[in-house]
């Protein structure tokens, strides 16, 4: 109640702009006339009619799927940064955590990059600008998750996720992904204690967000991990705790060895059990993947619904991100001539 | 009837066009320069991609894009853009392609040379980084080795021992030296300690001076370093991390004598580079130079090739009669200067033999309103605007707010000082218009000012008049003919203490011994008389006469509406409405306030000063007209409250009865007449319908039921509202023109105040030093708060109250602002919103 009486000193104004960025995104009838389009320049030309406006007037045709990519994720970045330049305490510590996961994620991307011997130069560009920081182009010096530890990632804020993958073995492709899935987990606890710890509305929208977030990163994990070399145990320890699966369905999980014995962990709950069964692998059936991340939107959607709270920041930018694999869908289909499954993308709103 | 006026809207056509396609771009662009025709988009389900001209447009668009690149390259250059204020016709479609050649080429040949002096630049930075690099690394090694075997004995001071040490180990000591810019110096100074254990030096300047990044080419702080270490494993990994960290790494020669000759080199070949870089720079600011000239034509000819095919877009495509068929609305005055464009527009392009053909269409559609304004209506019209749109053909109150805004405004106003300032203000406003008109276009407030000039201008000299009638001038009365009232008390009595009265009646004072005359018997020509000024009851006096004022204004203005209204009824031919709305209404309005009015205008001509106190109250009489109770005449009742005139109360009571009575007629009239209406209408349609089904014409059927009629419950209700807020209305909006006297009472008040409290003490300083120096500065404060609170402050105010009189009390009496303005497709009004944009 007092938070609310004061969250517009500091907040309002972001919270206000947010608002109205997230009242820019796409509405179904553009994506009607999106999956319309025969050519990249038509895109561009109903892109124009949008919140997108001209950004990408300045770009010489032919236009590439690329360039769309690059110019949205541009647009996005450069939203997602002013609001964080005009947030005030704690929301920009907020702010900050939600960069955390992109840090991991370029991280892993410049290690799996140096294994596959490519060069620092090229790896750059492509990694995510919301999770660069100083360090981040020296990761390649490291051999062992511990170098990686004591040079570069020890000033970052990342360091305390790190400690549990501190070990002398060599930096391999599976080790990559255990660090990418522990560092995750240890970053989504992390977050959702810190949401917690806000209190109020942001608690109560972001930590249902975050479960969601975490029981996904489970049940991809133990999908994924059928017939790779990693035992039960070992997943087990990869599976964030903060989710609605923990404890019971996490126990289950690591038994599982099976996507039926996934799907059997997910019927004894309901959301689940609902996302399970509308999923399938034939064509025109949507992976489980997708039936995420529809559940997903629909979480992020609903975040606008309530007032005075962080959340929708976070869900604003997920939302966003959404849009984007949905214009780059679409292009996708567009530039490959390949319209069959141009229909495939996730709706956000209804 | 007229089809053009200033009381109404334009007349407007539905107009079908039917261009050949050869001719009707130049048609377009014909009726773009006309800027009198607004198309209606025939195709508003087909999406933009989808359209006919979309891939001119695209061109357009591309060009565009490349014309954006060359200005941004002119500005980058800070060459200023010649505004030569030309206004070249939009190129046939032919000269488009040569336009888009000529803009290739010139997009093309920047970009090249902008690659080639990038590729310069970056060389030449590089080699620029590279010679602080060897200059300030020499400082470094101070002294090398004259065994010349690569180790440095002496490097500088502090590392002495250690190299000593190194050396003596026998070890060979390698190094790498390069430039970092100065914000990641920290960190990278960090992770080289962590990642190499504490086993490197690490030694560094800062370059004195901004040099640019060879990578970015943006100017930066930078650091020369050196890292000395141990051993090749060491070197790799401090390379990955100066790779890193985007550190750039330079060879540097161990011996001494070969640095100097590569710092020769250096100096040489960066001469050479900066020849060639300015003779690249040379010839791009030619290329610059000379699109400079043209670039704003080429956009304003985009702009209009653009809007010509985006217009286009709009057209039906007729592929069976090979034609382009447009739908216009065209002002009916303007159809033949339309015809001749179209003519010429058919001419230039070549197609002579078959002309666009123009043909009219009736429609049920509302045709959207025009005025036909200019400089000085346009402001007014504006203020009518802004409450609504007037609906096609509807009496336009523009004319008569013209006058009576700005009086209304006066009244409240009154001050002949102020209004003064006022005038000028607005005079030099009007009078600099082509001076001004460019001027502060991104200042929003000057802008509101600057298009009210003429509305400020009228203002301030209605202002001057009301202050004239007031005779206010910075609160204080200009004595200009000579007050009629005369001061003949003797000395006995003005010495006395306490005020004294001047008496208006002929008759001995009290005290004096013989009668005086102190009133002239001529009133003061103009205005009130300034000895008022002085007087006691000042207040009390202008009081009882600005409120008669307000209320006579008012009731006129209101009942002018009202007229008005009868206006729109006869030329909409709603005569029905003249019975059932227009009489009722001004019946009601004149037999209560009408007559309030009378009463005024008969208390003032008919009481003379020594009937004084048996003058009617006006107030208490209209009361008891309303309660309908008469007090007895007797000697208790005082003069002023019984009845004055033969047969006023007979009189009062059938206006009474007559207003009552208009209330059930105004409220049933209307929806008993739509009740009547309608019912004629089902049994002439049941006789259409038969005759119909017997033609067998199912055409005719739809048309005669154009539009489902409303329930009505709903005219019921609409018409108990409309009644309702016309009878309050009338008593309340009579109350609030009292407005007008409230705020010229404040005003009056608040400017003597300021005169008084202010200006006052200054004049009141003796002595000629300091009482100058005080006046000068309690002037300042004087004048300032008068510009600032009487004149902005208090003239917004009454602005706003005009504004509000005339939205609501007069307009709502006639005015129904339902409809949308037309807005013709112009290339001048385009390129103004492109110009605005930038």
């Known amino acids: 109640m007092k938070d609310d009486l004061f969250f517009n000193l500091d907040h309002g104004y972001a919270e206000g702009l947010c608002r109205g960025f997230k009242s820019g995104i796409l509405k179904p009838a553009d994506y009607h006339n999106l999956v319309q389009c025969e050519t990249l320049e038509d895109l561009r030309l109903h892109l124009q009619s949008t919140d997108y406006g001209n950004f990408l007037a300045n770009d010489a045709s032919p236009l590439t799927v690329n360039v769309i990519d690059d110019r949205l994720r541009e647009k996005l970045v450069q939203e997602f940064q002013h609001l964080r330049n005009i947030s005030y305490e704690p929301l920009s510590t907020f702010l900050d955590y939600i960069t955390y996961a992109y840090m991991i994620d370029n991280i892993v991307l410049l290690i799996t990059g140096t294994l596959h011997q490519r060069a620092v130069g090229d790896l750059l560009p492509r990694c995510h600008p919301l999770g660069s920081f100083e360090q981040l182009g020296a990761i390649t010096i490291a051999d062992t998750p511990a170098q990686l530890y004591n040079a570069v990632l020890v000033d970052t804020p990342l360091a305390p996720y790190f400690i549990d993958c501190i070990s002398e073995h060599d930096l391999d492709e599976l080790n990559v992904e255990i660090i990418r899935s522990t560092l995750h987990k240890a970053y989504l606890e992390d977050f959702y204690k810190f949401c917690k710890q806000l209190g109020g509305v942001t608690a109560e929208v972001m930590c249902e967000i975050l479960a969601f977030e975490a029981d996904r990163r489970a049940f991809m994990i133990t999908i994924n991990s059928f017939d790779t070399g990693l035992t039960q145990d070992e997943r087990f320890k990869l599976y964030p705790r903060c989710g609605s699966l923990n404890p019971d369905g996490l126990q289950e999980l690591r038994r599982t060895d099976s996507y039926e014995a996934v799907k059997d962990v997910a019927a004894r709950y309901p959301l689940y059990r609902a996302l399970f069964e509308g999923a399938g692998t034939s064509t025109g059936e949507k992976t489980i993947e997708d039936k995420f991340f529809e559940r997903e939107v629909e979480l992020n959607r609903n975040a606008f619904l309530r007032q005075f709270h962080f959340g929708i920041f976070y869900a604003y930018l997920k939302l966003k991100e959404q849009e984007s694999r949905n214009i780059i869908w679409i292009a996708e289909c567009i530039a490959q001539k390949h319209r069959a499954r141009i229909d495939n993308y996730i709706p956000i709103l209804p | ?838």
């Open chain 2, 1 to 838: 009837m007229s089809t053009s006026s200033i009381f109404r809207s334009e007349q407007m056509t539905l107009c079908q066009l039917f261009l050949q396609p050869d001719a009707a771009y130049s048609s377009i662009a014909e009726l773009g320069e006309l800027s009198i025709v607004q198309f209606r988009d025939l195709n508003p389900n087909v999406n933009s991609f989808q359209r006919k001209f979309v891939n001119e447009l695209r061109r357009c668009e591309e060009m565009e894009r490349k014309i954006r690149f060359l200005e941004s390259e002119i500005k980058k250059e800070e060459i200023p853009i010649v505004d030569t204020n030309e206004n070249p016709d939009a190129p046939k479609p032919r000269e488009l392609v040569d336009l888009e050649a000529m803009i290739d080429k010139l997009d093309y040949d920047l970009k090249q040379i902008n690659t080639n002096s990038d590729a310069l630049r970056k060389n030449f930075n590089e080699l620029t980084e590279l010679k602080f690099n060897l200059a300030m690394t020499q400082g470094f090694f101070q002294q090398v080795d004259p065994n010349g075997n690569g180790m440095f004995n002496d490097m500088t001071e502090e590392i002495t021992d250690e190299t000593q040490r190194m050396t003596s180990g026998g070890m060979k000591l390698g190094f790498v030296s390069g430039v970092i810019s100065r914000e990641r110096m920290n960190s990278f100074e960090r992770m080289l300690w962590r990642v190499c254990r504490g086993n490197v030096f690490l030694k560094s300047a800062e370059i004195p001076q901004l040099i640019e990044d060879p990578t970015t080419g943006e100017k930066a702080h930078k650091i020369v370093f050196v890292v000395f270490f141990q051993g090749e494993q060491l070197k790799t990994r401090i390379q990955k991390i100066c790779e890193g960290f985007r550190a750039n790494i330079y060879p540097c020669p161990e011996n001494g004598n070969e640095r100097r000759e590569l710092t020769m080199g250096l100096m040489t070949r960066l001469e050479d580079l900066n020849v060639v870089i300015n003779q690249t720079e040379d010839h791009r600011q030619r290329i610059l130079i000379e699109t400079s000239r043209l670039i704003r034509l080429w956009k304003i000819k985009l702009i209009k090739i653009k809007s010509i095919y985006f217009t286009m877009n709009m057209f039906n495509n007729d592929i069976a009669r090979k034609c382009f068929i447009a739908e216009c609305w065209i002002p009916t005055s303007y159809l033949e200067q339309v015809q001749l464009a179209l003519r010429k527009g058919s001419e230039i392009s070549g197609n002579v033999q078959v002309s666009t053909i123009l043909h009219q269409i009736t429609t049920n559609e509302k045709p959207p309103t025009y005025h036909k304004l200019n400089k000085f209506t346009q402001g007014f019209q504006n203020l009518v605007d802004a409450y609504g749109v007037a609906s096609y053909r509807e009496i336009n109150p523009m004319s008569f707010v013209l006058i009576t805004f700005p009086f209304l405004f006066a009244v409240m106003f009154g001050d002949a000082g102020h209004g003064l300032i006022v005038t000028l203000f607005a005079l030099w406003m009007v009078l600099k218009e082509d001076y001004l008109k460019d001027k502060g276009k991104n200042q929003e407030v000057w802008r509101i000012f600057f298009g009210g000039r003429y509305i400020i201008l009228l203002m301030g000299i209605f202002s001057i008049y009301t202050g004239l009638i007031y005779n206010d001038v910075f609160s204080k009365s200009m004595n200009l003919f000579g007050s009629s009232w005369k001061v003949k008390f003797d000395d006995n009595i003005l010495l006395k203490d306490g005020a004294v009265t001047l008496e208006p009646n002929p008759r001995p004072y009290s005290a004096a011994e013989h009668y005086v005359q102190m009133y002239s018997g001529n009133p003061y020509p103009i205005g009130l008389d300034p000895v008022w000024q002085i007087s006691e009851n000042k207040i009390t006096f202008t009081n009882s006469a600005k409120m008669k004022f307000a209320i006579i204004i008012g009731i006129m203005q209101m009942s002018f509406g009202v007229f008005l209204s009868l206006g729109n009824h006869l030329y909409f031919k709603h005569y029905y409405a003249i019975f059932l709305e227009f009489i009722p209404q001004i019946i009601f309005l004149l037999s209560i306030f009408g007559y309030l009015i009378i009463l005024i205008f008969y208390k003032w001509t008919t009481y003379l000063a020594e009937q004084a106190t048996d003058a009617p109250s006006l107030l208490i009489h209209l009361i008891n007209m309303m309660l309908m109770s008469y007090p007895t005449d007797d000697s208790k009742t005082p003069k002023s409250i019984v009845v004055f005139y033969n047969h006023q109360r007979i009189i009062q009571t059938i206006l009474l009865i007559v207003a009552v009575i208009c209330i059930p007629w105004l409220l049933i009239g209307k929806p008993i007449y739509i009740i009547v209406q309608r019912k004629k209408k089902t049994n002439s349609t049941e006789l259409v319908h038969q005759e119909s089904e017997a033609s067998n014409d199912i055409e005719m059927h739809e048309q005669n039921e154009p539009h489902q009629e409303v329930d009505m419950s709903e005219v019921w209700v609409e018409q108990g509202i409309h009644t309702i807020e016309y009878f309050l209305g009338c008593i309340s909006h009579t109350a609030s023109y009292l407005r007008l006297w409230a705020l010229s009472l404040a005003h009056a008040q608040l400017s003597e105040v300021l005169w008084t409290m202010v200006l006052r003490i200054g004049l009141s300083m003796g002595g000629i030093g300091l009482g100058g120096v005080a006046l000068f500065m309690v002037f300042t404060t004087w004048s300032t708060l008068t510009v600032f609170i009487l004149l902005l402050m208090e003239g917004l105010s009454a602005f706003l109250h005009a504004l509000r009189l005339h939205w609501v009390e007069f307009q709502s009496k006639f005015y129904k602002g339902e409809g949308y303005p037309f807005v013709p497709f112009s290339f001048q009004s385009i390129l103004e919103e492109a110009a605005a944009e930038n």
